[in-house]
């Protein structure tokens, strides 16, 4: 089992950055796929971006692609998502997810494990 920890949301002018983090608990993390996704206020849940267990392999939604980058650092168990040239329509709570096992890293539904979210706000 992993639980799942985001950090480093919060408010930001439009333009502007932040860099969430996502801490995962165990001691298998380098064998499970992680996404990052967000679900703004009477919207469902969306994908952003994903990774691959070994970090070269990377994907993400057309609205985020080249302002947005995911990472991960297997040696402290650790997925971040760094997002830049923030707009008020990135303003959503976002979930790091896991699954462990080879799946369509897009879907909500593949995942295994949700963290609780962090709210991010990008002001006009």
């Known amino acids: 089992q992993v639980q799942l920890v985001e950090s480093g949301g919060g408010l930001v002018q439009a333009g502007g950055s932040l860099r969430l983090s996502c801490a995962a608990s165990g001691r298998t993390f380098s064998t499970y796929n992680m996404g990052w996704f967000r679900q703004a206020p009477g919207k469902e849940r969306e994908f952003v971006a994903a990774i691959g267990w070994g970090g070269s392999s990377t994907y993400y939604a057309d609205s985020v692609k080249g302002r947005f980058a995911i990472s991960r650092d297997n040696a402290k168990n650790t997925v971040y998502l760094q997002m830049n040239s923030l707009k008020p329509e990135d303003t959503a709570v976002y979930y790091c997810?896991?699954?462990?096992?080879?799946?369509?890293?897009?879907?909500?539904?593949?995942?295994?494990?949700w963290g609780q979210g962090t709210q991010v706000t990008v002001s006009s």
């Open positions: 997810a896991a699954v462990g096992r080879a799946a369509y890293l897009y879907s909500r539904d593949s995942y295994d494990y």
